[in-house]
């Protein structure tokens, strides 16, 4: 199928991502994107930017290379109840972000509690996309989250990045396997994004597309392929 856009890509802002903002979108440009979007690491990651870094997004086009731009944030989830690293009044400035677990900025949780968070995420307001829940380190119950995000009008990642056979996260293709699946039985929506941390894997959605050839999930259930299907996740890329 057509595929359009990356929402989840890292710069130097990160503080481990190789590249400059230009140079990604210059990426997404030369491999034919029309949607970029930048979503750098929230404050608790160690090693990121800090809250300033996300107020000024004003000064950046969004337009580069012929590429609209979205300039968001992965933000980290912190604790049970969803709790989220920026505060609303960033929140709301961006265009869009990501909610993800991270191993250094959240405890080892029962299922439970790890359900509870990211369905404490998703019932924010501000966050548009559940990121990489694929992570056999943090188990969680499929049932409830993709149900909550299909009812809370969220999508839910397949994040082509845990798919690498280096890919820190334990056992995504199994993982991605049991929520697809149910995304398909709640109608639940999904985006397929790269997780760039450099220029080379901007758009490499290679191993998330066979995934989900694989799985047999309905076209109308992935948001990739136009403009138009993205605008009621992020309805700022009307403006």
Same mark, same amino acid.
């Given at each position: 199928?057509?595929?359009?856009?990356?929402?989840?890509?890292?710069?130097?802002?990160?503080?481990?991502?190789?590249?400059?903002?230009?140079?990604?979108?210059?990426?997404?440009?030369?491999?034919?994107?029309?949607?970029?979007?930048?979503?750098?690491?929230?404050?608790?990651?160690?090693?990121?930017?800090?809250?300033?870094?996300?107020?000024?997004?004003?000064?950046?086009? $969004?337009?580069?290379?012929?590429? /609209?731009?979205?300039?968001?944030? &992965?933000?980290? *989830?912190?604790?049970?109840?969803?709790? @989220?690293?920026?505060?609303?009044?960033?929140?709301?400035?961006?265009?869009?972000?990501?909610?993800?677990?991270?191993?250094?900025?959240?405890?080892?949780?029962?299922?439970?509690?790890?359900?509870?968070?990211?369905?404490?995420?998703?019932?924010?307001?501000?966050?548009?996309?559940?990121?990489?829940?694929?992570?056999?380190?943090?188990?969680?119950?499929?049932?409830?989250?993709?149900?909550?995000?299909?009812?809370?009008?969220?999508?839910?990642?397949?994040?082509?990045?845990?798919?690498?056979?280096?890919?820190? $996260?334990?056992?995504?293709?199994? /993982?991605?396997?049991?929520?697809? &699946?149910?995304? *398909?039985?709640?109608?639940?929506?999904? @985006?397929?994004?790269?997780?760039?941390?450099?220029?080379?894997?901007?758009?490499?959605?290679?191993?998330?597309?066979?995934?989900?050839?694989?799985?047999?999930?309905?076209?109308?259930?992935?948001?990739?392929?136009?403009?138009?299907?993205?605008?009621?996740?992020?309805?700022?890329?009307?403006?």
């Amino acid at each position: 199928m057509k595929d359009i856009l990356d929402l989840h890509t890292h710069t130097i802002a990160s503080g481990h991502a190789y590249n400059t903002l230009y140079e990604m979108a210059k990426a997404a440009s030369e491999k034919g994107l029309s949607v970029f979007g930048s979503t750098d690491h929230a404050p608790k990651m160690p090693g990121t930017c800090s809250d300033f870094y996300f107020i000024n997004f004003k000064v950046i086009p $969004r337009t580069l290379y012929g590429v /609209n731009i979205l300039m968001g944030s &992965e933000l980290n *989830i912190l604790d049970h109840t969803g709790r @989220v690293d920026l505060r609303r009044g960033i929140l709301e400035k961006l265009d869009y972000s990501i909610a993800s677990i991270h191993q250094p900025c959240y405890k080892d949780s029962t299922v439970s509690q790890n359900t509870s968070a990211y369905v404490g995420a998703i019932e924010n307001p501000y966050v548009t996309i559940i990121g990489h829940p694929d992570d056999s380190r943090f188990p969680f119950d499929y049932d409830t989250v993709v149900s909550a995000a299909a009812q809370n009008h969220k999508l839910l990642e397949v994040n082509s990045s845990s798919l690498h056979p280096l890919s820190s $996260r334990l056992d995504a293709k199994e /993982n991605y396997k049991k929520m697809l &699946e149910r995304c *398909i039985h709640y109608g639940a929506s999904i @985006v397929v994004n790269s997780d760039a941390h450099v220029v080379e894997d901007v758009g490499n959605h290679v191993r998330a597309y066979e995934l989900l050839e694989e799985m047999n999930v309905p076209e109308e259930l992935i948001i990739n392929s136009s403009i138009e299907r993205l605008i009621p996740y992020i309805p700022k890329l009307e403006a």
